[in-house]
RNA sequence: GGUGGGUUGGCCGAGAGGCGAGGCAACGGACUGCAAAUCCGUGUACACGGGUUCAAAUCCCGUACCCACCUCCA
């Protein structure tokens, strides 16, 4: 079975057929840098870093283009708000957002190219759309270029919308507008904004409008074609099609397929400004760990619609858990070669099909821990070995350096703790030995409470660190 | 007005004509001094009303409710 997934331009699976034989190229709309990223924001990020996984480990040579928007309205209002530079809060939510990404071990791109760097290009591509009849210079003399829609005849092709159909913005001051539904490639100068606010162009200092960078930088990094372009539902319009009316009127082909991933919402409210907070990364990992809160959102279907709530993040949380312990007590030393298994990777190859995916590893798990009760460790081994191989495509092997060191790293501390619980597992066997359960009991109690687990085997006691305790 | 998505058991969450995905919780059993961990078992779930079919959660028609987008948006 060959890698399938839902194009939303044609609204149906298809066989993924990369132009390029073994490579796949894929540009993904980022975040404009205007504010603290919360939770929705991360998702399109973990999305498609499992998809970039998968394609990898389908042995594609992946190119992965993700970009930062950090010019726009929002910024530089909320920035004049704040009494700052604009692109100092700009790059603030920059490393803000790297950090969630970090947090959720969401791979860097190829590269990550960002609208103020490439201005020249989109330029470039606004003067091509001015000569081949798709774009013009408002006549209003404010500066503005804007896309001509009524002179591309397919605009509204990716959102199966007839121009007629669609309602103009009401609060759009039609300016030099033909048509009100024209948007802007280039935005004059206005003097309210702030001098390092503008970049010299043909039509006199101003700043890219909102779709020209994507066009542009999926041009120079992937070419004028490329395979895989997405992003959130909400940009399918007006983004999205724009993008493809741009770059389409500039003669180039662009993405083959469309992904779009759907929304993180919280019960009944709207993830804006009460909520806004409760829910960005720093506040969520406060309750679980990246890893849990990863896990969370790839148990999901990414074209589904997630309602959040922290009663369901600790329930995958608890899942998750499940998993981990399953790998330290099938942690014996011996070496197995498997695959991974048919059934996750027919559940990956369809769609990305992450939810069937986690049910086998569920089902692996559970298999593993049946063969370990049966003292079969080499199976349990290869179950082991199976699990971790299908938890890396997922970006959830716990071993992965990704999610920073964890506290059973440090082999001196775990030496040193080891030699303290054994004498204290020592003395309640002793106590066990001598029927004195009330004091084997409170020597088990007095473990746990360091945050120590102890699981009674026919070997005998062994310890481990309760997973989850942060 | 236009374009899409949704409603599945106590909860989360898959599936898209035919054997009850999976997880969490609950209950019973095994193991245990008791627990924990683990295993085994236990559920007549598909918003409502019609229809098609040997067979419908899945297809068709209708109804209700919810959500997203229509130039700020992950």
Not at 77 to 85: E, F, S, W
Not at 113 to 140: C, F, K, N, Q, W
């Amino acid at each position: 079975m060959t890698f399938r997934l839902y194009d939303t331009a044609t609204r149906e699976v298809r066989d993924f057929v990369p132009l390029e034989e073994g490579k796949a190229g894929i540009y993904l709309c980022g975040l404009t840098v205007q504010s603290e990223p919360h939770v929705g924001h991360v998702r399109s990020g973990v999305n498609f870093d499992v998809l970039q996984r998968w394609l990898a480990h389908l042995g594609y040579a992946v190119t992965f283009i993700r970009n930062v928007t950090d010019i726009d309205d929002k910024i530089l209002t909320k920035a004049a708000d704040q009494g700052r530079p604009w692109y100092n809060l700009a790059y603030e939510m920059h490393r803000e957002l790297d950090k969630a990404y970090a947090a959720l071990n969401v791979a860097p791109p190829t590269y990550e190219p960002s609208a103020t760097g490439h201005v020249p290009e989109m330029v470039e591509l606004i003067a091509t759309l001015i000569e081949r009849g798709h774009a013009y210079a408002a006549a209003d003399g404010s500066g503005d270029v804007y896309f001509d829609v009524r002179s591309w005849p397919s605009y509204g092709e990716l959102t199966h919308q007839r121009i007629d159909d669609m309602e103009a913005a009401e609060d759009a001051d039609p300016r030099g507008k033909r048509d009100p539904r024209d948007f802007a490639l280039w935005k004059g100068r206005k003097d309210s904004e702030p001098q390092t606010a503008s970049w010299p162009s043909p039509w006199g200092r101003g700043r890219p409008g909102w779709h020209i960078e994507c066009s542009a930088m999926a041009e120079k990094y992937l070419g004028a074609a490329f395979d895989i372009h997405g992003g959130g539902v909400d940009l399918r319009f007006p983004h999205h099609e724009n993008e493809q009316a741009q770059s389409r009127a500039a003669g180039h082909p662009f993405a083959s397929y469309w992904m779009h991933n759907a929304w993180i919402t919280t019960a009944g409210e709207k993830m804006s400004k009460s909520l806004g907070n409760t829910l960005s990364i720093p506040s969520v990992l406060q309750q679980v760990r990246g890893i849990e809160l990863r896990f969370y959102m790839v148990a999901a279907h990414y074209r589904s619609h997630v309602e959040f709530s922290f009663e369901a993040l600790q329930e995958a949380a608890v899942g998750f858990r499940r998993i981990e312990n399953f790998l330290e007590r099938a942690n014996t030393p011996g070496a197995v070669d498997v695959d991974l298994p048919a059934a996750f990777v027919d559940a990956m190859n369809d769609d990305l099909g992450t939810p069937a995916a986690v049910a086998v590893i569920h089902d692996t798990v559970r298999e593993g821990n049946r063969v370990l009760a049966a003292g079969d460790d080499t199976a349990a081994r290869a179950a082991r070995v199976q699990v971790v191989a299908m938890l890396d495509v997922l970006g959830l092997n716990p071993a992965d350096p990704a999610w920073g060191p964890t506290a059973s790293d440090d082999q001196q501390l775990t030496d040193a703790v080891d030699v303290l619980v054994r004498g204290l597992l020592d003395q309640r066997a002793q106590a066990r030995a001598n029927k004195d359960f009330a004091a084997a009991d409170m020597i088990r109690d007095q473990i746990k409470a360091a945050g120590i687990a102890i699981t009674d085997t026919p070997d005998g006691p062994t310890w481990s660190l309760e997973a989850g305790t942060k």
